[in-house]
């Protein structure tokens, strides 16, 4: 895998699993996964709008007909995973617990207040950020619709004959990240855990959880197909890479904060090199302040207009 189109839409992958991809990948655009069994099917993640839901259900509608969505798995609970759910009616919507825990922290509402400052020139730089980023989607009208069953370490789904193995492995990208593991169809659908050609973004940490995280896929799994949360469908190098980029902002983070730098002139001082090539790189800022916070537990958490603050000052 890892070769052929990135493109828009569906992609049939083997033993039952799908994938939905939007191109770039960058803020918002995320990707979905369906698993379908012999009369009912598992949807992984749904979309940050309504609208973009109702395409990616309408694109899977020939799998769905005759086997119907009958679990919703939020992989996590940022808005690009889980504001269209209220379209996915009649399923079991599952998640971690820490997921849902966090969900109703970030509702749709928020964000449309933060488009809209942004739009109508407020907020500064900051503002501006917000509206370019998520200007394109749609938050008015969403209902944020929380997982209906929870669970922590590892759940099994049956879907109507395949296997899906769910498996807990954050707080690392937010407080509650699980992937989804197929082991009949050797593909792991790794919600935020995995962006390709993308820079990751870490709000939760700590650190080395996403780095384990990344190993159980690479040693654990060695799954054949992996289904990333942005960009492309790639395979266990993928997942190398994002743990390459993680070790390096760890390292390079670590050795800032050894040397008593402030965190904004770290975020400043970084090269990325073999990394810089990767989209949303502004993300280290995030990255930084979150290492940061892992090497020094007293200073708390930074608030969310802030990061953005710290990112729009980094972006180009
Ligand atoms: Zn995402």
């Known amino acids: 895998m890892g070769s052929g189109g990135y493109e828009r839409g569906r992609v049939d992958l083997d033993g039952g699993c799908h994938a939905w991809l939007q191109p770039d990948g960058g803020w918002g655009w995320s990707n979905a996964g369906l698993v379908v ?5 598992l949807l992984i993640d749904t979309l ?9 259900l309408d694109g899977f509608g020939p799998l769905t007909g005759a086997n119907p969505i009958g679990t919703l798995v939020n992989t996590h609970a940022n808005g690009d995973h889980c504001y269209g759910n209220e379209l996915v009616t009649g399923a079991d919507i599952v998640a971690t617990e820490a997921c849902a825990e966090e969900m109703p922290g970030t509702p749709p509402e928020l964000l449309a207040a933060m488009v809209e400052a942004g739009e109508n020139g407020e907020l500064g730089e900051t503002g501006a950020f917000f ?3 998520f200007g394109p989607f749609e938050f008015e009208g969403i209902t944020l619709t929380p997982p209906t069953s929870t669970f922590t370490g590892r759940h099994e789904v049956d879907v109507a004959g395949t296997t899906v193995e769910l ?15 197929v082991p009949g169809a050797s593909t792991v659908f790794t919600g935020d855990i995995c962006f390709i050609e993308g820079t990751p973004i ?25 289904v990333p949360g942005h960009g492309p469908v790639t395979d266990v190098a993928g ?3 994002m743990r390459d980029y993680l070790v390096f902002v760890d390292a390079q983070a670590r050795a800032r904060h050894a040397d008593g730098m402030p965190v904004e002139e770290a ?11 990767w989209i949303d790189r502004e993300r280290l800022a995030v990255n930084v ?17 802030t990061l953005f603050g710290m990112m729009a000052a980094l972006a180009p």
């Open 37 to 41: 069994g012999d009369g009912a099917s």
């Open 48 to 56: 940050f709008d309504l609208k973009l839901t109702r395409e990616m």
């Open 131 to 133: 509206a370019r980023i």
């Open 167 to 181: 498996l807990e492995v954050g707080p690392a990208h937010t407080a509650g990240d699980c992937i989804a593991h």
């Open 202 to 226: 870490m709000w939760a940490g700590p650190i080395g959880n996403w780095i384990d995280a990344c190993d159980l896929i690479i040693e654990d799994l060695h799954p054949d197909v992996v």
């Open 239 to 241: 997942v190398r890479r």
């Open 267 to 277: 975020i400043r001082d970084i090269a990325l090199g073999e990394f810089a090539g």
């Open 289 to 305: 302040d979150t290492v940061y916070r892992e090497l020094d537990p007293d200073r708390g958490r930074t608030d969310v207009v």
